[in-house]
């Protein structure tokens, strides 16, 4: 019943965190999702906004003021993330820990923060910094990806700083993931393709076509076995086998350009969003109502 800004699914698939447009915080859970907990309103509109894996943090930035780091569980504000060099906008938190990424404006350092401490982790950064259309980092933290306007790609090896400069060959990108081990990558352009690719390699594997309309956000599934990718209205989502490729179903949704795609830390849950804030939540069913849909014969 809220147009959504940002939002994130709990690890147990029962519930979810969302941020509306109005900047409140609330827990949404229930059967449906429709059973509503407030936890925080943070006083303004967040223009970018990213939800800690657990569920704890939610960093959030306004389109001038600073990030800030909020703790869920107590509700208030742990601290404001600033470097040296001034703004920092937040890029995602890393799983499994308390670290933040920001970045300092487009294609300047990323730094990873304790928010518990407020200090500075480590940094990095790709050479020869450009006007990229997408930056992204694995979920460990190991890999940054960045996808430029004119279909080239650069892809760092955080720890060892080695850099790989490749043809991407995919223009407009819209959106872009790494696999939950690293292993993969993906890629979806708003003409309407998608592209798999290895990382290690840096190598692309096979296009990923077959859909009416432009292509708008991409996810992996935690075991990484599936490829969830965001279209449009009746093209909502289209799901893949990683392994084979098989394309395995489409779900229908409201709307367009579902731009925000991602599993619940289970994968018994998938949501995404589409422009207009509209969140579209799926859940699969257990291995004990499909026995039970085969007992009765349906």
């Given at each position: 019943?809220?147009?959504?800004?940002?939002?994130?699914?709990?690890?147990?698939?029962?519930?979810?965190?969302?941020?509306?447009?109005?900047?409140?915080?609330?827990?949404?859970?229930?059967?449906?999702?429709?059973?509503?907990?407030?936890?925080?309103?943070?006083?303004?509109?967040?223009?970018?906004?990213?939800?800690?894996?657990?569920?704890?943090?939610?960093?959030?930035?306004?389109?001038?003021?600073?990030?800030?780091?909020?703790?869920?569980?107590q509700g208030s504000l742990l601290r404001e993330v600033v470097s040296a060099e001034g703004r920092e906008i937040p890029v995602t938190f890393l799983d499994g820990s308390n670290q933040l990424v920001t970045q300092h404006g487009k294609g300047g350092d990323f730094r990873a923060w304790d928010v518990t401490s407020g200090r500075e982790t480590r940094r990095w950064r790709l050479t020869s910094p450009g006007p990229t259309s997408k930056s992204i980092l694995s979920p460990d933290g190991q890999w940054c990806l960045a996808l430029e306007g004119d279909g080239s790609g650069r892809l760092l090896q955080v720890t060892s700083g080695q850099e790989t400069q490749f043809a991407f060959n995919l223009r407009q990108v819209s959106g872009a993931a790494f696999s939950p081990d690293g292993r993969w990558f993906a890629a979806v352009s708003v003409l309407g393709v998608g592209q798999l690719w290895d990382t290690a390699s840096a190598r692309m594997r096979a296009n990923v076509q077959g859909f009416l309309q432009g292509t708008h956000s991409v996810a992996f599934s935690p075991d990484g076995q599936r490829l969830a990718i965001g279209s449009n209205g009746?093209?909502?989502?289209?799901?893949?086998?990683?392994?084979?490729?098989?394309?395995?179903?489409?779900?229908?949704?409201?709307?367009?350009?579902?731009?925000?795609?991602?599993?619940?830390?289970?994968?018994?849950?998938?949501?995404?969003?589409?422009?207009?804030?509209?969140?579209?939540?799926?859940?699969?069913?257990?291995?004990?109502?499909?026995?039970?849909?085969?007992?009765?014969?349906r």
């Open positions: 019943p809220v147009s959504v800004r940002a939002w994130n699914l709990l690890p147990d698939g029962q519930g979810m965190l969302a941020l509306d447009d109005q900047g409140r915080v609330a827990r949404w859970h229930g059967v449906d999702f429709q059973q509503h907990h407030p936890l925080l309103e943070l006083g303004k509109k967040a223009a970018v906004a990213h939800f800690s894996p657990d569920g704890r943090y939610l960093a959030a930035a306004s389109l001038e003021g600073a990030t800030q780091v909020w703790d869920l569980q009746n093209e909502a989502i289209k799901l893949w086998d990683v392994g084979s490729l098989q394309e395995l179903l489409t779900l229908p949704g409201q709307g367009s350009m579902f731009n925000a795609t991602a599993f619940s830390p289970d994968g018994s849950v998938l949501a995404s969003a589409n422009s207009e804030g509209l969140l579209h939540i799926w859940r699969a069913p257990s291995f004990e109502e499909i026995m039970r849909l085969e007992a009765d014969g």
